[in-house]
């Protein structure tokens, strides 16, 4: 399988562990337990009795969660991408912003940035990649020990920006059990055709006595110019700029007709998106009972090209020469020709424990602590354009209930804050503060044959720019009701429903000017209000037959649902953009069906389905941008005990329902295959894995990219990667 999901996991296996949220909705890691054989890097996490080990915190099931997919094991080496938005597109529901190879966040039900939150072990990134689809996300894939794409109501308990959904990296910074062996290693390597990668990463835990250990990690990444079939630009836009070419040699500017023609014509290679990245951490746990303390820091390091618009010039500097006399149009347009890149660099440091407290009504405390110091540079060639300097800090502490008579649940709080500055030409946003605290709590109540499960989140926000003589404070308040049935057979069906609040971001209130990844002049709006939802989900997953099917369709009514619109007047030579307030109609269905064709004992054929499907419009029929169109994804693969050989096919159709500012994106079809090799025998820690993506070189774009028209996904792509954990 591509990827482990928690529903078809448990219709698979009776007797299996389940987890709601793993360390997601109560924000803590897995219990301290004992370190467990692994004889199965391709199913990490199942042990030899076939079960899945992972734990559950608070709550067993929680359908309120709605569905949750995990990349792990061989499934994480096979998704492998330097960025984790590109590494989820796969999974039912999810796309990625795929800006460049540099920069790409996720997409979940065609919600992103401000909508989406990316988590560490449960807690936030704390780094500027909400504000603008250029920035980068500060998480080391080369680390990462497994991924949860996490969707539906119930996932608003990480906070109000998680109304679309959340995805939570587990690493391993900091110890997450005692270890009864020397060490444990883990290391990942790899090499590709399209990107010119190189990589490589490594994590190492090594016991001090019998209730303490420590780890240390790290990766290298580099990359060159992407590979691309075909044209870099779209048919649209090469039109246009091969038309302006032609204005431009008609009035006798043969240089600017030729710089035109160059830029439509260039294929091959998307230059501006070569990438280097380096990550190291360091950390501890310290072990007692069922109790647990650790803390570890780490550095991020990334810089990362930054393809432009061809045609449209950049804007970086243009407010600095108000004023002044302009320099002759040949250095403007020498200075427009300039490479852009982004440096960005991370220090983070965290703190996790879990104090037993025994038989009582409560049965552990649960904290997690991030503090988080950014700084993100924008080059132009060499020279400092606009510098954003971020640091903030989340904490939640959890209150585990033990089980009655299978009523669980749990009850917690949480503080964030993010001060924000940004210095420079582009500086659009100004210097603010966000500071929020919220109390949550989820329970679990067994009603006969039916299943009830209650979630609920009040939130207060302060949003405060000084230099502006800003400030906004939101109280918020969301819940949600599930209610489910299983079959004897271990069918589960049911329906979730909630109430969704969400408060406007200080981007959305305080914009004010050029969005040059955005190619827009934003101006925020101070005066907008909460942004409410109500939403319906029915969802089926288990066993059917001997298929395992996990599908679900939601709905969800948005009351001043906030969004950019174009005005029709032009600043700075852009569009200029404000954020409106308005009805949206969302709905969706997403799923997969998983079919054992063939299945005797250490050979197995199964066949793969996957889709989904998002419309989304405001009240008047409007479609709103950047939404992913309808996708399958139809997959064959043989699994031995040595070799496991996969072929899938993914399709995308035509996204013709644009809002009226953007492009239309063609369907495409990718064709990709694997061969993953256990070369050890008895020992399947080590997997050597050979890819061939996009066989047949088909030139491809995401809807939801602001830069589809012009940063193509890649061409035909042969890697070679190795992972290994002793």
Excluded: C
Excluded at 83 to 89: A, E, P
Excluded at 315 to 328: M, S, T
Excluded at 454 to 460: K, P
Excluded at 519 to 543: C, H, I, K
């Amino acid at each position: 399988m591509l990827y482990h999901s928690y529903e078809r996991s448990r219709a698979a296996t009776p007797a299996l562990s389940l987890f709601a949220l793993a360390a997601a909705l109560a924000a803590t890691p897995a219990m301290a337990q004992e370190e467990k054989p692994v004889d199965d890097l391709h199913h990490r996490g199942v042990n030899a009795a076939g079960e899945i080990v992972v734990s559950a915190i608070g709550v067993t099931q929680l359908d309120v969660l709605a569905g949750t997919s995990v990349l792990e094991g061989a499934e994480l080496q096979r998704s492998h991408e330097g960025q984790i938005g590109d590494m989820l597109t796969k999974v039912p529901g999810v796309s990625a912003t795929s800006f460049s190879p540099g920069a790409s966040r996720p997409v979940l039900r065609g919600f992103q940035g401000e909508r989406v939150r990316v988590l560490v072990d449960g807690i936030g990134t704390t780094d500027v990649s909400n504000t603008s689809a250029d920035h980068a996300t500060t998480i080391d894939p080369l680390t990462a020990e497994r991924i949860e794409v996490l969707r539906g109501p119930a996932v608003l308990l990480f906070g109000s920006q998680a109304i679309g959904g959340a995805v939570n990296v587990i690493d391993k910074r900091i110890p997450q059990r005692r270890m009864t062996e020397p060490f444990h290693l883990d290391m990942a390597g790899a090499l590709d055709t399209a990107f010119d990668l190189r990589e490589a990463g490594a994590s190492l835990d090594l016991p001090v006595g019998q209730s303490f250990v420590v780890h240390a990690s790290g990766g290298w990444r580099e990359t060159d110019d992407m590979r691309v079939p075909g044209f870099v630009v779209a048919e649209g836009l090469r039109a246009d700029l091969l038309a302006d070419a032609d204005e431009e040699e008609e009035e006798g500017e043969l240089d600017e007709a030729e710089e035109l023609r160059e830029a439509a014509n260039a294929r091959g290679t998307l230059a501006s998106s070569a990438t280097r990245t380096w990550s190291a951490n360091a950390g501890f746990a310290f072990f007692e009972g069922d109790s647990n303390l650790g803390a570890s820091i780490g550095w991020y390091d990334t810089r990362y090209g930054v393809p432009l618009r061809p045609g449209a010039g950049h804007h970086h500097g243009e407010e600095e020469h108000e004023g002044e006399e302009h320099e002759d149009e040949e250095h403007s347009e020498e200075d427009g020709e300039e490479s852009v890149s982004i440096a960005l660099e991370q220090f983070r440091a965290d703190l996790r424990g879990r104090l037993a407290l025994g038989d009582g009504f409560f049965e552990a405390l649960n904290t997690r602590v991030g503090y988080s110091d950014y700084t993100h540079t924008e080059f132009e060639g060499d020279e400092v354009g606009t510098v954003f300097d971020v640091k903030g800090m989340e904490a939640r502490a959890v209150l585990e209930q033990a089980n009655r008579d299978g009523w669980r649940g749990s009850i917690g709080l949480q503080y964030y804050y993010r001060d924000f500055d940004a210095n420079g030409a582009e500086a659009y946003v100004p210097k603010n503060r966000t500071d929020q605290f919220a109390v949550f709590g989820l329970q679990e109540i067994p009603l006969g044959a039916l299943q009830l499960e209650l979630a609920g989140r009040y939130e207060g926000t302060k949003v405060k720019s000084q230099p502006i003589a800003a400030s906004r404070s939101f109280d918020t308040f969301s819940g949600a009701v599930g209610l489910a049935h299983e079959t004897e057979k271990g069918l589960r069906f049911g329906v979730t429903g909630h109430r969704a609040e969400r408060a406007p971001s200080a981007e959305e209130l305080y914009s004010n000017g050029p969005h040059i990844a955005t190619q827009a002049f934003e101006v925020g709006n101070p005066g907008l209000t909460t942004e409410r939802a109500w939403g319906v989900e029915a969802f089926v997953r288990g066993r059917i037959g001997l298929a395992d099917v996990n599908i679900a369709v939601f709905r969800n009514w948005f009351d001043n649902f906030i969004y950019l619109d174009e005005t029709g007047e032009e600043e700075d030579e852009l569009p200029v953009f404000e954020y409106l307030q308005g009805d949206v109609d969302y709905m969706g269905v997403e799923g997969e069906i998983s079919v054992p064709i063939v299945d005797s004992g250490p050979f197995r054929l199964i066949a793969d389905l996957r889709g989904d499907y998002i419309k989304a419009e405001l009240a008047n029929g409007t479609p709103l941008p950047r939404i992913p169109p309808l996708r399958l994804l139809g997959a064959i693969e043989a699994q031995t005990e040595r070799f496991d050989v996969r072929g899938e096919v993914e399709w995308f159709d035509d996204q013709n329902r644009v809002a009226a500012f953007e492009t239309p994106t063609d369907g495409f079809t990718q064709v990709n295959a694997s061969i993953a090799w256990k070369p050890l025998r008895g020992d399947r820690n080590v997997t050597v894995l050979l890819q061939g993506n996009n066989l047949f070189d088909t030139t491809g774009r995401r809807h939801a990219s602001f830069t589809k028209d012009f940063v193509p996904l890649a061409g035909r792509n042969v890697r070679l990667s190795v992972r290994t954990s002793f």
